[in-house]
Structures are given as C-alpha cells and as structure tokens.
C-alpha cells in the first residue's frame, strides 16, 4: 500500500480526484441526500473525472488507502474499464480495509457479466461462514441479487437456500430482519447514479 503521507505522487491524484466537492465521502449513500441541483453538479463532475483519469493514475489510487480505492472503484464503474475487474475482485475479497466495499460492488454490477457474479460469490463462499466477521456480506449478496436480475441467472440461490449460508450467517449474528432485497435496492439506487454519469461522461461535452 502505498502512504499518502509520504508519496507526492499519490497526494496530487488525491488532489484532483478524491478530495474535489468531498468526493470520497458523498460516493454512497450521501448521495440520495442532495438536491437537484447538487446531483446534476456532482455527475458532471464526477464524469469529467472518469474521463480525465488515466489506467495508471487509476492503479496507483488503488494502492492508496480507502479513500483511494473507493474513488478509484467509481471512476472505474463510470468509464467501465472492465480491465481493472481482477483487481477490484481480489480486493473484495481481501477485506483489507472498511468503507470500500460497497464501491467495489458498484463497479463490478455495472460490468454486469457472469464473471463478476462468480467473483462476488466467492467472496460470499469465504465470508458467511465467517459470522464473526461482520464486512460487506450484505452487500454483496444484494449485489448478486441485483445482477441475478440482469443476466437472467440464480447465482444467489444458493446461498438464499433456507437453512442456507445466509440464514445461518443471520443467526449467529442475529439480524434476521435483514433482508437481502433491501440490500439489492440500494445497489440498485447506487448503480442509477452510476447510469446519469455515464450519460453525461458519452456525451461530446464530456473532456472539452
């Protein structure tokens, strides 16, 4: 990992990339709270960076910490480089930090392929036999539910199966309340904003 205290490099990309309009901090839920206004702002402005970011800029903020990786998993989602698809799946499921998550999953939704259902199920294969370890499992899981939805597939049938690797999960941790659906909605909502951005980053005004 690489330390912003101590890399120049990576402090001017968290400079124009990560810190703009407090970037790193609104990329999530924060987003349903702004208005019309802040919305159209912050998708412009997060499109005109998806353009302006280069695969090199991008891979080094994905050294960073999570601040860096979690923009970096938007920008990614934003102009679709599906190259960085093995990296964004090994860091999942690495788990190495909180609150990039959830961007990880963005991403590899609006790839939408079977390829990133099987990453995503991997990391639900290692994780909801670990309830002690409470991570990105929802997430995920409504991440897979969400792209079941788009590819016509059941990968997350298995571990909704009762008595299942979720339900148990669930148990140990007691939140049986939580419904998976709900998580899928929001991952819904998250890859809608993802969808204005790229309008705006495929338009001709976008880099100009």
Not at 1 to 18: A, C, G, W, Y
Not at 186 to 196: S, T
């Amino acid at each position: 990992m690489r330390d912003i205290r101590s890399d120049p490099e990576l402090q001017e990309l968290v400079r124009r990339f990560v810190r703009p309009d407090r970037r790193y901090l609104r990329l999530g839920g924060s987003l349903h709270r702004m208005n019309a206004v802040q919305r159209s702002t912050f998708v412009r402005d997060l499109a005109q960076a998806a353009y302006e970011i280069t695969p090199a800029e991008l891979g080094i903020l994905f050294e960073g910490g999570w601040r860096e990786r979690k923009t970096a998993a938007w920008l990614v989602a934003v102009a679709h480089r599906t190259e960085f698809r093995d990296l964004i799946g090994r860091l999942l499921l690495a788990s190495g930090g909180p609150y990039a998550g959830a961007a990880y999953c963005v991403a590899l939704a609006r790839f939408g392929t079977a390829a990133d259902a099987e990453l995503l199920s991997a990391y639900l294969d290692h994780y909801l036999s670990r309830p002690d370890l409470d991570y990105d499992q929802p997430t995920v899981l409504g991440t897979l539910l969400y792209l079941d939805e788009m590819l016509g597939s059941d990968y997350a049938t298995r571990f909704l199966s009762p008595g299942g690797p979720w339900d148990r999960w669930l148990e140990v941790r007691a939140v049986a309340a939580l419904d998976p659906r709900n998580c899928e909605q929001a991952v819904k909502q998250l890859c809608a904003f993802v969808d204005e951005s790229v309008e705006v980053f495929a338009s001709p005004d976008c880099g100009s």
